[in-house]
């Protein structure tokens, strides 16, 4: 099977992310796609989710300018996985 993983990249660790999730599949002996998600429409087809870091506010403004902030919140909603690191958690908290 392979895992469909998004690495948003609109700022950040991407690479590293990218990496990251493809090392983790196979130590599992799991296969991943990695996408880079840098507009919408590509996180409904995605298995998993990953948020790196980068300038909060920043990324904030990018995912809603983009239209990937809405369909990040449908991909949680769902119960799909997400993994935000550092800035990318910070955007991902709902609490004020």
Do not use: W
């Not at 998600?37 to 995605?46: A, H, K, L, N």
């Amino acid at each position: 099977m392979t895992i469909r993983a998004g690495v948003v990249a609109v700022q950040g660790d991407v690479s590293e992310h990218a990496e990251a999730i493809r090392r983790a599949a196979a130590s599992h002996d799991e296969t991943a796609e990695v996408v880079e998600i840098r507009q919408s429409g590509t996180v409904p087809d995605c298995d998993l989710l990953l948020l790196p870091g980068g300038e909060s506010t920043t990324i904030s403004r990018l995912l809603h300018r983009e239209g990937i902030a809405a369909e990040i919140e449908d991909h949680v909603a769902t119960g799909k996985p997400v993994l935000a690191t550092c800035a990318g958690l910070i955007v991902a908290s709902t609490d004020p």
